[in-house]
């Protein structure tokens, strides 16, 4: 391999796809690649893909036109893809006839296999075989290798991380749900447990390289169940000689983990949040009095329709048992407008729940038709004129909350993590509250990865500003 080899990675979608570039990063850099934050000066460029909404889709197709012009220019550039698209047959098959300046595609379930793959590219660029194990298997410009499914999860893989202070550590793969919109068990496959002792493993050496915040990740992460023979680690009910340990039992057996002080999850399901996991909030003082919960409709019917398995008033319940278990815990949420069928009382019932439980904050998603979906096949699907204009409401109600959420900050002194420079204005320091609040204040750069304190002076509706406390640093 040529000297001082540069890769980009450019990451669309959610936190999975950010851990998955780590890997990714990771992979390269063990190779001997270094990273560049230019694509243009890089040798290989990786874009990892999501797939949850169209626009999402356009965006890559978008970006893939791009390339051509680097790879006219110089053909050693390697063109890479990956990610939730490519676990999609009729994306795939596009690529290869539309994009076929494509040299690399792979899919969620096989990055371990992206160095041999990119060694095959390099010694096959006239005659490329496809090679694969149990998914597509193909002849063709590129190379293709995507797994339909997740086999045994790959433990151990290198990982270049974002922050030094804070990591993103997977516990569960994959989906089992399949609410009626969403692609994702799709193209994440089933769900697939860690084992707590891997999990705890890895922690400990992220403590131990200076992680002083780790933020558990699953699409459910309240599904997790992982199997352990070692009796230390398990709280679970023996079956079969085989001991469980529920995702309770996880937060509980990671609050042991000398270094680490916040512990963080997502996404968690209404339907799985059980009454252990709300005690923990109780029990585990490193568990962040905050939790995303996605609520994706206030109706009934649309929930039923969503196949969400919860009505508004039980996830009401759980508001309200979260908040007796954790006083003043942050809530967030996802909320769909437009899904097929949404009546305007349907859609009110939304703004009803929006005011009754006043979140901190939501993401808000106008309805998006996924092909393969049971949702694609509704035949009431609703205008997209209706759509926006419920979309307006939604997004003027959620920022009410988030205002009023907001303003109860100010006066306040918060424990802040800092991250680093703000995104908004580098000139400042941005770090995160317990509760995920985003606060900006003037302070040295040193300050970087450190807890600090922070005297919230005003509040914004998607962040506060404040003040350093200096005599606490
Ligand atoms: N596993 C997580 C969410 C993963 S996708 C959970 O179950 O909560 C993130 C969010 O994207 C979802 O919560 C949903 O609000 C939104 N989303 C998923 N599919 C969508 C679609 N087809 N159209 C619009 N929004 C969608
Ligand atoms: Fe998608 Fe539902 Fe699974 Fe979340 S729980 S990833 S919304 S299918
Ligand atoms: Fe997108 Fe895949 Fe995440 S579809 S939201 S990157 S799991």
Request: charged fraction near 30%.
């Amino acid at each position: 391999m040529k000297k001082n080899r540069k890769f980009h990675i450019q990451t669309f979608g959610c936190q999975m796809n950010e851990r998955d570039s780590e890997t990714i990063a990771g992979l390269l850099s063990k190779m001997g690649y270094s990273v560049t934050a230019e694509r243009k000066e890089a040798d290989v460029a990786v874009i990892n893909t999501c797939s949850v909404r169209e626009h999402a889709d356009k965006r890559f197709f978008g970006t893939l036109g791009q390339l051509k012009k680097i790879k006219e220019a110089r053909p050693d550039f390697v063109v890479c893809v990956c990610g939730c698209m490519m676990q999609q047959r009729h994306i795939t098959d596009v690529i290869k006839t539309k994009y076929p300046w494509v040299d690399v595609i792979f899919g969620t379930h096989n990055i371990h296999e992206l160095p041999v793959l990119l060694e095959e590219g390099e010694k096959e660029k006239e005659n490329r075989t496809l090679f694969k194990k149990n998914g597509i298997m193909e002849r063709g410009k590129g190379l293709i290798s995507v797994w339909e499914n997740g086999e045994d999860i790959v433990e151990d893989l290198p990982s270049s991380r974002l922050y030094r202070h804070k990591a993103f550590v997977n516990i569960i793969y994959g989906c089992n749900n399949f609410c009626t919109y969403c692609i994702v068990p799709y193209t994440r496959g089933r769900e697939r447990s860690r084992k707590p002792a891997d999990i705890l493993n890895e922690v400990k050496k992220l403590a131990a390289d200076g992680v002083k915040e780790i933020t558990l990740l699953g699409q459910n992460v309240n599904s997790y169940k992982g199997i352990t023979g070692s009796a230390d680690v398990s709280h679970g009910e023996t079956n079969n000689g085989k001991k469980h340990t529920d995702f309770a039992d996880l937060i509980y057996m990671l609050q042991g983990t000398e270094g680490i002080e916040r512990i963080r999850f997502m996404t968690s399901h209404p339907k799985d949040l059980s009454d252990k996991l709300i005690d923990a909030y109780k029990n585990c003082s490193k568990l962040c009095s905050a939790i995303h919960l996605p609520m994706q409709s206030g109706s009934n019917s649309i929930l039923e329709r969503m196949n969400r398995k919860y009505t508004k008033e039980q996830y009401m319940d759980l508001v309200a048992k979260l908040r007796i278990a954790s006083p003043g815990i942050c809530i967030t949420t996802d909320i769909i407008v437009g899904f097929p069928g949404e009546t305007e009382q349907d859609f009110q019932d939304t703004l009803d729940v929006i005011k009754k439980v006043c979140f901190d904050s939501a993401f808000t998603f106008i309805y998006s038709v996924r092909k393969g979906t049971p949702a694609e096949k509704y035949e009431d699907q609703i205008p997209e004129d209706i759509k926006h204009e419920r979309f307006r409401r939604l997004v003027a109600a959620v920022n009410e909350c988030s205002s009023i959420k907001n303003a109860a900050y100010e006066g306040r002194k918060e424990m802040v993590l800092v991250d680093g420079p703000g995104k908004k204005d580098p000139g400042k320091l941005a770090g995160r509250t317990e509760g995920y609040k985003l606060v900006d204040f003037e302070g040295p750069l040193s300050l970087q990865g450190e807890f600090v304190y922070v005297d919230i002076t005003k509040s914004n509706t998607f962040s506060l500003t404040g003040e350093l406390d200096i005599s606490h640093v």
